[in-house]
C-alpha cells in the first residue's frame, strides 16, 4: 500500500547544526524588515474582519496545507476561531468539502507566512494557541535557513506568544527549535507521541508506515 510506505528523513547532519546558535541570535538581534506582499495585506484585512465578527480567541493552524486540521482543530475548540495558513493556492483548493464540515468557527487564507505573522504581531492579533503541524524540514544542512527556528521570522513566532504545539516525524527539528527557543528564555519539552485523532494527512501517512511522531509543547 502506497499509502504506508512513507520515506524517513535523510539528512547529511550528524545533530544540532552547527551554526544554529550563530544564526538565531543573529536574527534575534536584528528586525525582519522584508516589505510586506500586497496579497498578504489584503488578506490580512479579509481575517481581521472575520475575527472582529466571530468575537472568540484564536487559534493559528499554520502551514495548514490542504486545510484537514484546520477543520479538525475547529472542531475540537468550539469556542475559538481557527486560522489555517498556507501558501499554496493548489493546497488549499484541494480539499472543496469544507461545508460539509459542520462547523463555521474557522476560515483559509493563502498567505505568505513571513508576512502574516508579522502584520498579525503589529495588529496584535494574537494567538492563544499556535499549531504548526509537519512543516516542510529541509533536511539539508545548507537549508538551515528555511527552516522556521533558522529563518529570519523566528523571533516573530515567538513574540506572537500563546501554547505553542509543533508536530514533526523528524525529531531533530523539534530539538533544534527547542534550542533556539532556549536562546529565548522559553522552555520546550519535545516528546514522541502516538495521536489518538490525526489532524493531518501527512500524519496519517506517517503513523500508516510506522514511524515514531514527535510533538514539541511551548508555553510562548
Not at 510586506?36 to 481581521?48: A, C, L, N, P, R
Not at 523528524?170 to 495521536?195: Q, S
Request: glycine share 4%; with cysteine.
Amino acid at each position: 500500500m502506497s499509502f504506508a510506505n512513507s520515506h524517513e528523513i535523510i539528512t547529511n547532519q550528524q545533530g544540532v547544526h552547527e551554526h544554529l546558535i550563530e544564526t538565531v541570535e543573529k536574527h534575534l538581534n536584528h528586525t525582519f524588515r522584508k516589505p510586506y506582499h500586497q496579497h498578504s495585506i489584503d488578506g490580512f484585512k479579509e481575517v481581521e474582519i472575520a475575527v472582529a465578527a466571530q468575537s472568540k480567541p484564536l487559534i493559528f493552524d499554520s502551514c495548514c496545507g490542504v486545510g484537514d486540521s484546520t477543520v479538525n482543530l475547529a472542531k475540537m475548540h468550539p469556542d475559538h476561531f481557527v486560522i489555517g495558513m498556507d501558501k499554496s493556492a493548489h493546497r488549499l483548493n484541494k480539499n472543496v468539502s469544507y461545508e460539509q464540515a459542520g462547523v463555521d468557527n474557522f476560515m483559509l487564507l493563502r498567505t505568505d507566512l513571513n508576512d502574516f505573522w508579522r502584520l498579525a504581531l503589529e495588529a496584535q492579533m494574537l494567538p492563544e494557541k499556535h499549531f504548526i503541524l509537519y512543516p516542510n524540514p529541509w533536511p539539508k544542512s545548507k537549508h538551515l535557513q528555511r527552516r522556521w527556528h533558522g529563518s529570519a521570522v523566528f523571533p516573530t513566532i515567538v513574540a506572537l506568544g500563546g501554547e505553542l504545539e509543533m508536530r514533526s516525524n523528524w525529531r531533530l527539528y523539534l530539538h533544534e527549535f527547542a534550542t533556539a527557543l532556549g536562546l529565548c528564555n522559553k522552555v520546550a519539552n519535545v516528546t514522541p507521541f502516538e495521536p489518538e485523532l490525526t489532524l493531518t494527512p501527512f500524519e496519517r501517512k506517517y503513523q500508516a508506515s510506522g514511524q515514531t511522531l514527535f510533538k514539541l509543547t511551548a508555553q510562548l
